[in-house]
């Protein structure tokens, strides 16, 4: 099942990036440990109680060199139209102003349910100061504080509330789900029918055409596929045509239902800052990944361009070094029959569990190629090891200290095990555990 989607909605100053840093729980800053991802910080998950959601802060979205007035109302379409609750943030030490109005009667239209939450109430003497925001005519107002923390629980509650019910399909186990993200105009659309035999997808060279992710079911060889096509990750109009980069909220809501994500990649355009950071989602939630070069067709090509070009994507994706590359052409059809055994090969790596007797044979040996580092005078100890997780395949290595488990012995200890079992097309995630 899918996450509900919140919005934090508000105009300039009034604390939604300190609302949404306090929700999710950290700071998100737009730098990853791994390289080649940036973390775009607009968009995180977060839970309360018994309810995962994913954020949207909107204050960190940038329209341009538009009009105050206008880059508000553009900002809290955005929300509107990704959003399934929106949290209207105001500032309570400031009173209700005309951009608070403003943004209150976009948000009528919306027809979203909407918490109204007004910020900056450090104390209860201050609470008097709520009452003017009852003008705004979405109930309650919640007093609350992001810089003190204050107030928020009642307000996720309220959240909560709102959040629907779904009732998604749901597929049997061994059916393949798999989705296609990228820019927009890659050729996803293509692809899908390519695949499919048919034109069940609109095509059209206008970036944008599909609004919404639409499920494809599909069988070849005796193994059933549902494709989630997602051309819909950038929709018609002035905001999305000026701000591509936030193209990759719609995505992640079919990211979240695959088992395999293909990156599509357009090869007669190369390789953007905005591929990396639409695949570094499909990284960070922990999905199968194939990487696919569509529109080879329409590429000058000697011995060497398949080659060159697939060392300028591992450089550039150097956080998905284990993800295969398909080279194909939506549009000819050429090797597009070579995709759909790579799928297959991901899909079951994704699920791949292994016995703990060998994993641990695997660690050693690791260990006495390069022995554990040392951090003053104390060595690492690793005990042993055991796979706790698939989809993507996790391991737990118990050891004496875990905060002397280097982020690069930990990664020594990933290339060991991807040589000893393959995991080809998946992450694999190592945690580190003190011995109890």
């Given at each position: 099942?899918?996450?509900?989607?919140?919005?934090?909605?508000?105009?300039?100053n009034v604390g939604k990036s300190t609302i949404f840093n306090r929700i999710v729980g950290e700071r998100i800053s737009i730098v990853e440990d791994v390289p080649g991802v940036t973390?775009?910080?607009?968009?995180?998950?977060?839970?309360?109680?018994?309810?995962?959601?994913?954020?949207?802060?909107?204050?960190?979205?940038?329209?341009?060199?538009?009009?105050?007035?206008?880059?508000?109302?553009?900002?809290?379409?955005?929300?509107?139209?990704?959003?399934?609750?929106?949290?209207?943030?105001?500032?309570?030490?400031?009173?209700?102003?005309?951009?608070?109005?403003?943004?209150?009667?976009?948000?009528?239209?919306?027809?979203?349910?909407?918490?109204?939450?007004?910020?900056?109430?450090?104390?209860?003497?201050?609470?008097?100061?709520?009452?003017?925001?009852?003008?705004?005519?979405?109930?309650?107002?919640?007093?609350?504080?992001?810089?003190?923390?204050?107030?928020?629980?009642?307000?996720?509650?309220?959240?909560?509330?709102?959040?629907?019910?779904?009732?998604?399909?749901?597929?049997?186990?061994?059916?393949?789900?798999?989705?296609?993200?990228?820019?927009?105009?890659?050729?996803?659309?293509?692809?899908?029918?390519?695949?499919?035999?048919?034109?069940?997808?609109?095509?059209?060279?206008?970036?944008?055409?599909?609004?919404?992710?639409?499920?494809?079911?599909?069988?070849?060889?005796?193994?059933?596929?549902?494709?989630?096509?997602?051309?819909?990750?950038?929709?018609?109009?002035?905001?999305?045509?000026?701000?591509?980069?936030?193209?990759?909220?719609?995505?992640?809501?079919?990211?979240?239902?695959?088992?395999?994500?293909?990156?599509?990649?357009?090869?007669?355009?190369?390789?953007?800052?905005?591929?990396?950071?639409?695949?570094?989602?499909?990284?960070?939630?922990?999905?199968?990944?194939?990487?696919?070069?569509?529109?080879?067709?329409?590429?000058?090509?000697?011995?060497?361009?398949?080659?060159?070009?697939?060392?300028?994507?591992?450089?550039?994706?150097?956080?998905?070094?284990?993800?295969?590359?398909?080279?194909?052409?939506?549009?000819?059809?050429?090797?597009?029959?070579?995709?759909?055994?790579?799928?297959?090969?991901?899909?079951?790596?994704?699920?791949?569990?292994?016995?703990?007797?060998?994993?641990?044979?695997?660690?050693?040996?690791?260990?006495?190629?390069?022995?554990?580092?040392?951090?003053?005078?104390?060595?690492?100890?690793?005990?042993?090891?055991?796979?706790?997780?698939?989809?993507?395949?996790?391991?737990?290595?118990?050891?004496?200290?875990?905060?002397?488990?280097?982020?690069?012995?930990?990664?020594?200890?990933?290339?060991?095990?991807?040589?000893?079992?393959?995991?080809?097309?998946?992450?694999?995630?190592?945690?580190?555990?003190?011995?109890?």
């Amino acid at each position: 099942m899918t996450k509900p989607v919140v919005a934090i909605v508000g105009r300039p100053n009034v604390g939604k990036s300190t609302i949404f840093n306090r929700i999710v729980g950290e700071r998100i800053s737009i730098v990853e440990d791994v390289p080649g991802v940036t973390r775009d910080r607009i968009y995180s998950s977060a839970e309360w109680l018994t309810h995962d959601f994913n954020i949207i802060d909107t204050g960190g979205i940038e329209i341009g060199d538009e009009p105050f007035l206008e880059q508000i109302r553009q900002q809290a379409e955005i929300a509107i139209d990704e959003a399934d609750v929106i949290i209207f943030l105001t500032n309570g030490r400031e009173g209700v102003t005309t951009a608070d109005e403003i943004v209150a009667k976009i948000l009528y239209r919306s027809k979203k349910p909407v918490v109204l939450a007004v910020n900056k109430i450090d104390n209860p003497e201050m609470r008097e100061q709520v009452y003017e925001f009852y003008s705004l005519g979405f109930g309650d107002p919640y007093p609350i504080s992001g810089s003190h923390g204050l107030g928020l629980g009642d307000m996720l509650d309220a959240v909560a509330k709102s959040f629907k019910k779904e009732t998604e399909e749901q597929y049997a186990e061994d059916v393949i789900k798999f989705s296609l993200i990228g820019r927009p105009n890659v050729g996803k659309s293509s692809l899908v029918n390519a695949l499919l035999g048919e034109d069940r997808v609109i095509v059209s060279d206008v970036a944008g055409t599909t609004r919404d992710a639409i499920d494809s079911s599909y069988t070849y060889q005796d193994q059933e596929y549902v494709i989630i096509d997602t051309a819909g990750m950038r929709k018609k109009g002035k905001v999305y045509e000026t701000t591509e980069k936030y193209s990759v909220l719609r995505a992640l809501r079919a990211i979240e239902r695959s088992d395999v994500v293909l990156v599509v990649l357009n090869a007669e355009e190369g390789i953007r800052e905005q591929d990396k950071k639409i695949a570094g989602y499909a990284h960070e939630a922990g999905r199968a990944v194939v990487i696919v070069i569509n529109k080879w067709d329409a590429v000058e090509k000697d011995e060497k361009t398949m080659k060159n070009f697939e060392e300028k994507v591992r450089d550039h994706f150097q956080f998905l070094d284990y993800a295969p590359i398909v080279f194909l052409s939506a549009k000819t059809k050429k090797r597009v029959h070579t995709l759909i055994p790579v799928i297959n090969t991901a899909s079951e790596n994704h699920a791949l569990r292994v016995q703990s007797s060998i994993l641990n044979e695997v660690i050693m040996d690791a260990v006495a190629m390069n022995p554990t580092p040392t951090d003053n005078g104390k060595r690492l100890r690793i005990y042993y090891a055991t796979q706790v997780a698939v989809k993507p395949p996790t391991f737990v290595v118990f050891v004496n200290e875990p905060e002397l488990m280097h982020f690069s012995y930990e990664r020594f200890l990933e290339n060991r095990i991807r040589e000893a079992f393959g995991f080809v097309g998946t992450p694999i995630r190592i945690l580190a555990r003190a011995r109890k």
